[in-house]
């Protein structure tokens, strides 16, 4: 047997997951992206500490070195890569790259004659704008695909072809001045909100990201994993749930997560039973929700505070009961495969030892627990918060080496070297991470420009004729756009799309039936469905990643990650029905982990229902009783409505829920044979 204590990990997420579609430069060509690369970050730190600029410049000269890197690394097309690292940078392409850093800045550049002749554009706003428009959902195409700026360009059709639209979906139109400068010409379009995010705090996280993968915090993880987890039932399974959960604290990334974590875990959970396709099932779920967890949440996070007009921890503080009420009904489905496959854990003398692990990787907890401080504690902004982290994790990189290179009676001088070269390629590594980032939230700002010149009231009444008034049926046509639209599309530009188009209009659409919903559980509801569109068949990109990597098809890998999936999907419709679950008006930190551990026990009673197992197989009955569990502890507000005629006892309840969930136990253990697991 494999001793996987001392395994050597797999590469960097970004690397290996951005390496089979960007040139593979060599010579001056790769030190030039490296340049540029390196610059961008350094550009980032300086706003972030002692450069002040205006907002316009820094959103102009971020998405300039976005477009910069796009055309740089990433080919015209996604075949013949081989060709493309052969021949290098192509003229046509460092030709794009200057028109695109031009046309990004020419808003900063001229912004005091563009703001004198705003509704009355020049020929050359109207050319520069056009070029500029073109080039983005060009780099976008290349970086992202082609969904996002296909989606992007029928919202531009639309938006002159309205007039001529049957009148149920008839939009007033536009002209192509007012086309051109509200995309590309003001704050309204292009330049908007979700790239100001990306531009003032994405970016650090990002990079912080990037910093902690090159100083080998990923590689800790797992291993910190794997040493607490790795011995029990289907031990690998819950190890990659946890380094998923880790990882996705600082990655935001369901492909990333995969290529880091699952290519270590996977082939684990398959040599101790799982089938290859539900080892890459779960992988997939994991990887998914490790979106959901704070403080990044896949770059959502920073975009919803700006568009709810929130402070950022109240975000942090909605999505964290979901999140963690997501991952414990995931580790309780593993339990239920290894429970139905007869699984067990591997050999404690195989599994890293839990102090080693420790002695070894404690640094990397010190920058996380930072960061987290200065956020919740002290309350600083996550810009200042997460500039700190950086900084510190930095001197942790300077000195990691030559502190190992003194104890091991090495010369200081070359492990020196290294740490600075390892923070260096760290600045590039976070620059080019962005790209897709800054892309997509860029070409997302121009169907957020459409929808804010008229197009808004329209969703809302469209939406409004589908779902006839029913709050319940308005949000299941939410979900089902949200995962057809997120096939396609990253989660950032998922959710920025759909919640553009129907955040308001389900909280005006709730108002006309006399329903309080939050705007900021609105936001959260669209972002839940763009993330499960990540494990979402027939395109299901990161089913795709984990089935290469456990060599099972890709469909039914989907299907299967879909389906640990589901019990990700009730929890938006039960905290659009119950806020408790995202905290809404709750301060009492009592109340608040009650709400955590009777959320987590209806999440894990609902996948016992949808998992067909639970202490034994389920009968019908069960999973009649489960689904009511589920319903009790998720919807106390419902029950107590109904028996005690006060939502507001909603809390006293919660053990109608419990008794049910007891009771059903009870039942399976009376016919669960002695033998049996």
């Not at 854990?345 to 102090?355: A, K, Q, S, T």
């Not at 028996?643 to 049910?660: M, S």
Request: proline share 5%; with cysteine; net charge positive.
């Amino acid at each position: 047997m494999t001793d996987t204590r001392d395994t050597p990990l797999p590469p960097e997420a970004s690397e290996a997951d951005e390496g089979a579609r960007t040139r593979a430069l060599t010579g001056l060509s790769a030190r030039i992206v490296f340049v540029i690369a390196v610059l961008w970050s350094l550009f980032q730190l300086s706003i972030a500490s002692w450069w002040i600029l205006d907002s316009v410049t820094i959103r102009c000269v971020h998405l300039s070195f976005a477009l910069m890197l796009a055309f740089l690394t990433y080919p015209w097309r996604r075949r013949g890569y081989a060709d493309a690292a052969a021949t290098g940078i192509s003229r046509v392409d460092l030709v794009l790259a200057g028109l695109g850093a031009l046309a990004a800045l020419y808003l900063a550049l001229d912004y005091v004659g563009i703001a004198g002749r705003q509704g009355s554009p020049i020929l050359r706003d109207l050319l520069t704008g056009f070029v500029m428009l073109l080039l983005l959902l060009e780099a976008t195409r290349r970086v992202v695909g082609p969904a996002l700026p296909l989606i992007c360009s029928l919202f531009c059709i639309y938006s002159f072809v309205g007039p001529h639209m049957p009148h149920v979906i008839s939009f007033k139109g536009v002209s192509l001045g007012r086309f051109v400068g509200q995309m590309t010409m003001s704050t309204e379009g292009i330049y908007g909100i979700p790239l100001h995010v990306s531009a003032s705090v994405v970016f650090l996280f990002v990079l912080f990201g990037a910093m902690l993968e090159k100083a080998g915090a990923g590689a800790f993880f797992l291993r910190l994993a794997l040493s607490l987890l790795g011995g029990f039932r289907g031990g690998p399974a819950k190890a990659a749930i946890l380094s998923s959960a880790s990882t996705g604290l600082f990655s935001g990334s369901s492909i990333a997560n995969i290529v880091t974590t699952g290519t270590f875990t996977i082939p684990m959970m398959k040599r101790v039973g799982y089938p290859a396709k539900k080892a890459a099932a779960i992988e997939v779920a994991a990887s998914t929700d490790g979106q959901l967890m704070p403080p990044i949440m896949g770059a959502a996070a920073f975009i919803i505070a700006e568009y709810v007009n929130v402070p950022y921890l109240e975000v942090v503080k909605a999505a964290a009961i979901p999140a963690l009420a997501s991952y414990a009904a995931l580790f309780y489905i593993t339990h239920l495969e290894a429970c139905k496959l007869g699984l067990r854990g591997l050999p404690r003398e195989e599994l890293p030892r839990l102090r080693s692990v420790l002695s070894s990787g404690w640094h990397y907890l010190v920058p996380l627990a930072f960061l987290l401080y200065q956020l919740i504690v002290l309350r600083r902004s996550p810009d200042a918060s997460v500039f700190n982290g950086i900084w510190l994790l930095a001197l942790i990189m300077l000195i990691q080496r030559p502190i190992r290179a003194l104890a091991k009676g090495e010369p200081m001088a070359p492990a020196l070297r290294l740490g600075v070269e390892q923070i260096m390629q760290a600045l590039s590594r976070g620059a080019r991470n962005m790209v897709a980032v800054a892309l997509a939230t860029a070409a997302a700002g121009v169907i957020v420009g459409v929808v804010t010149m008229g197009l808004g009231g329209l969703v809302t009444e469209v939406i409004d004729v589908l779902s006839g008034g029913n709050i319940l049926l308005m949000l299941i046509i939410t979900a089902i756009a949200s995962l057809i639209l997120g096939m396609g599309l990253p989660t950032t530009a998922t959710y920025i799309v759909m919640a553009s188009l129907t955040a308001r209009a389900m909280v005006e659409l709730a108002a006309w039936n006399d329903f309080v919903m939050p705007l900021l559980a609105a936001h959260l509801f669209c972002f839940y469905f763009g993330i499960l569109a990540d494990d979402t068949p027939p395109v299901g990109l990161a089913a795709y990643a984990a089935s290469a990597i456990a060599r099972s098809a890709p469909i039914p890998t989907g299907l299967q990650g879909f389906m640990y999936d589901i019990r990700t999907a009730i929890i938006p419709f039960m905290f659009v029905y119950n806020t408790d679950i995202i905290l809404h008006g709750i301060t009492s930190w009592p109340l608040g982990i009650l709400i955590l551990v009777m959320t987590s026990a209806g999440a894990c009673s609902f996948a016992a229902a949808t998992q067909g197992w639970f202490i034994t197989r389920n009968r019908w009955y069960d999973t009649v009783l489960l689904l009511a569990a589920t319903f009790s502890l998720m919807r106390p507000d419902f029950i107590a409505q109904t028996l005690l005629g006060d939502p507001a006892l909603r809390h006293a309840t919660y053990p109608i829920g419990l008794t049910i969930l007891a009771a059903t136990c009870l039942l399976q253990r009376a016919r669960r044979s002695p033998n049996s697991s």
